[in-house]
């Protein structure tokens, strides 16, 4: 759980843990928050069958949080996390098998609280999930776990020669080539950029660039191949500076920086990023425009990124905590809102279309729906889970639109076993698109 100005504004600064297990604790933040989007393009008919717009989708009950999530097929979802067991707090893995979430035993190091904050899989049978342990000492460790498809198991990190070390982010291309990012904290306090490599044999860290002498931390990760990997946080110029965008990139051969803007001058941050199929990439955060927190979604690659507007809940702050692209084209972005001088969250869930960013209508709790990830199935389908304090609840979007002239009518919303029809004036081939956002 980040920590209370983390909250506000997005994963920046980690360094008071003990003061985030109890922001997280008094909010008694208990479950995870599953969230389903169906979308569908199609030249010749209406999407799959698809759920009521709204539904309740139970997870396995406790003092649950989940932060990050992978889909593997339809059939095969992960949601990583912590649960605490009334003495500490332990990891939590979930996971949905097409019908119903279920909690798979996870192994937990020996003493202290541990946290996994982000789960990728190559397959069903080559899952890895990351985060960090918090010693009986108080010092903090980096934590790896891999599923064989028959159980979880902890395999040995490396950590750096420091008081703490942290791991976000995972993304697993094939068995014996794996990547996380995060972070340690140096000798002289500061933040600098953690990034690990799996060659099928053990895990070993890697040199990666800082930009600035301030705090540098790697929230996201994600690989287009193994020669095209790309990883998301922030940096300060110097200690205490604020924060600003980070994006870092692998050839192959070694990671290096590559420019990003930060709108409004402030502080930013990037939390997700994702690499689509035809080399452009995405990321996800949020920046302070000096009012309140705003959304941040750019959109690059080797050159360079540029922003794109999201949509943003006017007056309110905004916040993205992840991003996902399924293999249809569809990209969802996720994250929270809330009321200026609140801590009221409610669920964000963002669609890009093609051509602009709007608003999905998203899983919403009686109070602090916080979703902190996303991923998205090769069919479409997109997955995000976080946390609320009433219930787990999953919401499904099957609506269809036409963007093109001659149909009627012009969109359309379909439940369970429905068929969705429109006339179409013409003969030509025409493409209906997700229209949830």
Known sequence: MPTAMALMFGEIFRKDMAAANRIRRALALSLGVASLFVSAVSTTGAPPSCRPAWSELPTPPGSNSSYGTAAITSTDVWAVGSHYDGIDDRPLAEHFDGGQWVTVPVPAPRTGAAYLRGVAGSSGTDVWAVGYQITRSGANKTVIEHYDGTAWKIVPSPNPASLAGYLSAVAAIAMTDAWTVGHYLDNSGVYRTLVEHWDGTSWMIVSSPNAGNGDNA??????????????????????????????????????????????????????????????????????????????????????????????????????????????????????????????????????????????????????????????????????????????????????IQVTEAGFIPEAASGGLGETAGWTIIGSSSHRLVDASG
């Open 218 to 399: 790697l929230n996201g990760i994600a690989a287009a191949s193994s020669n095209d990997i790309w990883a998301v946080g922030y940096q300060s110029s110097a200690p205490g500076a604020a924060s600003l965008t980070l994006v870092l990139h692998f050839d192959g051969t070694s990671w290096t920086i590559v420019p990003s803007p930060n709108p409004g001058g402030l502080t930013s941050s990037l939390a997700g990023v994702v690499a689509m199929a035809d080399g452009r990439i995405w990321a996800a955060g949020f920046y302070y425009d000096g009012t309140q927190g705003r959304t941040l979604l750019l959109h690059g690659d080797t050159s360079g990124f540029e922003t794109v507007p999201g949509e943003d809940f006017p007056g309110e702050g905004n916040v993205l905590n992840g991003i996902a692209a399924s293999g249809s084209g569809d990209i969802f972005a996720a994250g929270y809102h809330y009321p200026n001088g609140t801590t009221d969250y409610q669920g964000l869930i963002e669609h890009y279309d093609g051509t602009q960013w709007r608003r999905v209508s998203s899983a919403q709790g009686t109070s602090y729906t916080y979703l902190s990830g996303i991923t998205a199935q090769p069919g479409g389908a997109a997955w995000a889970v976080g946390n609320t304090l009433a219930a787990t609840i999953a919401e499904s979007v099957c609506e």
